[in-house]
Nanobody, 134 residues
Framework: EVQLQASGGGLVQAGGSLRLSCAAS????????IGWFRQAPGKEREGVSC????????YYTDSVKGRFAISSDNAKNMVYLQMNSLKSEDTAVYYC???????????????????????????WGKGTLVTVSS
């Protein structure tokens, strides 16, 4: 059974930090790209970051560059999203997702977007809510 479980969300003041975790199981983790997506109230889901677990290639959307850092621990089938200098506009439900397309992050960088409606997302996890108070 495939499982993706995001955790680590919460309430934080603007300028603060949170670390999200994504625990994966039930699929060949090393062959996938893992992405973080978020959806704010009344807005479409957007791609925030991704990492290729095979070669650690990463992608960040422009609004989080320099503030967020994605990493993976392949021995534990875990992906992390360290979020620093949080802003009120980062408030959203954050989802991790797995894509059977190891070059996803390279392609996203070339296209300038990690569009969840463009790529075939193989597995979605349940989200974790991040609320940034100003």
């Amino acid at each position: 059974e495939v499982q993706l479980q995001a955790s680590g969300g919460g309430l934080v003041q603007a300028g603060g930090s949170l670390r999200l975790s994504c625990a994966a199981s039930g699929f060949p983790f090393d062959d996938y790209a893992i992405g973080w997506f978020r959806q704010a109230p009344g807005k479409e889901r957007e791609g925030v970051s991704c990492i290729s677990t095979s070669d650690a290639t990463t992608y960040y959307t422009d609004s989080v560059k320099g503030r967020f850092a994605i990493s993976s621990d392949n021995a534990k089938n875990m992906v992390y999203l360290q979020m620093n200098s949080l802003k009120s506009e980062d408030t959203a439900v954050y989802y991790c997702a797995a894509v059977d397309f190891p070059v996803l992050c390279t392609i996203a960088t070339q296209r300038g977007a990690l569009d969840p409606y463009y790529y075939k997302i193989d597995y979605w996890g349940k989200g974790t809510l991040v609320t940034v108070s100003s």
